[in-house]
Nanobody, 126 residues
């Protein structure tokens, strides 16, 4: 199972780091993707990191503001979010991709992931 945590209420311009922790399985061979879902909107891909952490890709709107990293020893993946704005308000989810690699067209597909964590709510006040 995966569990995302670290969400909360922040102000516009603030930073926040989310964590994704795996329990009951090791994810060191999995790529991990981050998605988010804002109220009344469809789930949106944020980015993904390869199994070894050497490749990380992002949706265009997150590029430069969000950074994904991982610590396989701790079985955890992180999403560092900077310069947050009200449009970043959403529930954020992490998911495991057994193929391990990342690619812009494939990593954004929810069907690629075989495990999803419970989300964590991020609220950005303007």
């Amino acid at each position: 199972q995966l569990q995302a945590s670290g969400g909360g209420l922040v102000q516009a311009g603030d930073s926040l780091r989310l964590s994704c922790e795996a329990s009951g399985r090791t994810v060191d061979k999995y790529a991990i993707g981050w998605f988010r879902q804002a109220p009344g909107k469809e789930r949106e891909w944020v980015g993904a990191i390869s199994w070894n952490g050497r490749s990380a890709i992002y949706a265009d709107s997150m590029e430069g503001r969000f950074t994904i990293s991982r610590d396989n020893w701790k079985n955890m993946v992180f999403l560092q979010m900077n310069s947050l704005n009200a449009e970043d308000t959403a529930v954020y989810y992490c998911a495991a991709d057994p193929l391990g690699s990342v690619s812009p067209l494939q990593s954004m597909k929810t069907s690629r992931y075989d495990a999803w964590g419970q989300g964590t709510l991020v609220t950005v006040s303007s």
